[in-house]
């Protein structure tokens, strides 16, 4: 079936520190896209990769497409407690559907 | 401009009801979609528009009932659901219509919170 594995499940950081998260899949994607979501809100597009090996920045989030295609990591430098919320990662599955999502990564920050 | 608008962000409505849920987007996106997302849970799909017309219903129940009256605007009409239907419905659009390469970008509107009592 369409499976998303998204780790970690949730993490606490200090103020300050980096974060990195990550997404695999049992299939090839042919798109990544990384969304984050403030409670009681829609998610919100934070990066959008295409190409495999693609390393692509937005601010202090920085996200990778895998060389095997089948996986994807966001990286988030010096968080600031505005960055919690939760994290997901998404796809078309098979390249020609409507996306899929991970379970998402539950980011707390620590002031 | 990549505003998704969905209206209204919260509703109360009774087993017996009927209700509809409203999205619009201004972007000449020609994909809308519906998904319904449980609390901590991840957006799961419900149905696709793809040029105005419905393209995947993802064996929802009949009680949803989606409407794409024009190419901005997209419907869900809500009629005898259950408490477990109470979640957050949101919608979402993008350019290309279900193309894996490009254009596959969703944008999301801010959601409604609906309760079912």
């Known amino acids: 079936g369409q499976q998303l594995n998204q780790s970690p499940q949730s993490m606490f950081i200090q103020e300050g520190e980096d974060v990195s998260m990550n997404c695999t899949s049992s299939?090839?994607?042919?798109?990544w896209l990384w969304y984050k979501q403030d409670p009681g809100e829609g998610p919100v597009l934070l990066i959008a990769?295409?190409?495999?090996?693609e390393l692509t920045s937005n601010g202090r989030l920085t996200a990778q497409f895998g060389i095997t295609r089948k996986d994807s990591f966001l990286n988030i430098s010096a968080s600031i407690p505005s960055d919690v919320g939760i994290y997901f990662c998404?796809?078309?599955?098979?390249?020609?559907?409507?996306?899929?999502f991970g379970k998402g990564t539950r980011l707390s920050v620590i002031a | 401009d990549t505003e998704v608008t969905q209206t209204p962000k919260h509703l109360v409505m009774g087993m017996t009801n009927k209700k509809s849920l409203k999205c619009e987007q201004h972007?000449?996106?020609?994909?809308m979609y519906w998904y319904k997302q449980k609390a901590k849970k991840p957006p799961e799909l419900m149905f696709v528009?793809?040029?105005?017309?419905?393209?995947i219903n993802e064996s929802v129940p009949s009680r949803f009932s989606p409407e794409c009256p024009n190419s901005s605007l997209l419907n869900l009409h809500l009629h005898a659901l259950q408490p477990e239907d109470s979640a957050l419905y949101l919608c979402?659009?993008?350019?290309?219509?279900?193309?894996?390469?490009?254009?596959?970008?969703?944008?999301f509107g801010q959601g409604t919170r609906l309760t079912v009592v």
């Open positions: 979402a659009s993008s350019q290309g219509a279900l193309i894996g390469h490009t254009n596959t970008e969703a944008f």
């Open positions: 299939s090839i994607f042919n798109t």
């Open positions: 990769l295409y190409k495999a090996g």
């Open positions: 998404a796809g078309p599955w098979g390249g020609n559907t409507p996306l899929v």
């Open positions: 972007m000449g996106h020609r994909a």
């Open positions: 528009y793809s040029y105005e017309k419905l393209s």
